[in-house]
């Protein structure tokens, strides 16, 4: 389909072409109408601006049409001039000087029957000009109205009401059409730029919300080959057997977090941001799956479970609980390694998912030989750095997914309660 608009824009002289053409049509119906005894626009002096224009040439133009009517002659001479045509025609110039181009037209329409181009002039003046220019030009083209009342005899006939009541109504019309354009242009520029910034917020949110997913991902493998690092620190004469089995599990969770790092690099580089470029999320059933990494990773962890009906989890609420189970695990090895921990999930479709999550902040020393720590409980590692984010980032997810979060920490244990709202 042809964009008529997209086509004018592209080939701008053909428009003024067009624009002129059409404005000759209509002041020859202007013209023959005024010879009729009807005008659009008053002109002072019964045309006396013409006259002496006539008489100031130093020869006469004249333009005779081809069945010798003479199709831009007024009632008030008998002769034709080319000052009509000129005047259409010098709307080419109405991009560059809407202003200058319509005063002038202006002024020449109080002699000659140059309503159509003058109307266009104001209509550009509308639509390219400052307000004040906008409303000075304008009222330039209303003083000929009061100007002809005045000078008509008193009272005024109707004819000469009639000529300022259509003066007043089509001056109006064109600079209130053109202030309409300039008002709808306006309108879509706000719009097309709203609707950028809007593309460009729903982008940086999904851009945000996949890397804080995969910060949770990346910090629980990491936080996990650490754990399994610190054991073979802790054991470097174990048996071979033992070594081999934890290289493997390190070898496994460090080729885990390189792809976990490579799927962050394809999300963030891709231009457009959407659900597909989003990685597999989580659901309830890999909780067990979290709960098992942890424990192989040294992690004394007791899980409590009781949920109703938990298939009619949501995917959301099922993500949002393993991420907060993960990250919470994850502060659990930075901050109190090797201590245990105790984690909570109860709930349903009445009562909502609760999360508790408790641990010691320091592990007490067992008595009695330390265990072999590839075959048991880690021994107590170096307390891995944090980044602060743990926490606020738990209360974001908690907050959009409409829940609460709270945590205390007392002399001996730390405490998380969330509350999420259960939805299907």
Known sequence: MIDVRQTWRSRPGLAE????MAAVA????????????LSVYPQIGGGAPARLLEEVLPFHWALTGLSGIQPFAWAHTGSGSLVPLLSCAALGLRRRHPAGLAVALIVLSTGWPLAVPMLIALFTVATTCPARTTWAVTAAALVPVPVALLLAPYPPGPLTLATAVSAVTLVAGAVGWGLVVV???????RAETEAALRTEQARQHAREEIAREMHDVLAHRLSLLSMHAGALEYAPGAPP???????????HSATRALEDLQDVLKVLRAPVVGDHTEPPQPT????????????????????????????????????????LLQEALTNHRKHAPGAPVTLTL????????????????????????????LSGPAPV??????SGQG????????DLAGGRLRHRTTPTDFHLDVWLPWTA
């Open 241 to 251: 057997e033992q070594l081999a089995e934890a290289v493997g599990v390190i070898r």
């Open 381 to 386: 590692p170096k307390p891995l750095p944090g």
């Open 17 to 20: 072409l067009a624009v002129a």
């Open 183 to 189: 008002g709808l242009r306006e309108r879509a520029v």
């Open 26 to 37: 209509l002041t020859v119906l202007v013209v023959r109408a005024q010879r009729s005894g």
């Open 284 to 323: 309830h059933v890999d909780v067990a799956q979290l709960i098992e990494e942890s424990r192989a990773a040294g992690v004394e962890l007791h899980l409590r479970q009781r949920l109703d009906d938990p298939a009619t989890m949501s995917p959301a609420l099922a993500r949002t609980a393993y991420r």
């Open 346 to 373: 109860e709930g349903g479709p009445e009562t909502g998912l609760t999360i508790q999550v408790t641990n010691p902040l320091e592990r007490v020393a067992p008595a009695g030989p330390a265990p072999n720590p």
């Open 391 to 398: 926490l606020i980032g738990m209360r974001e997810r908690v």
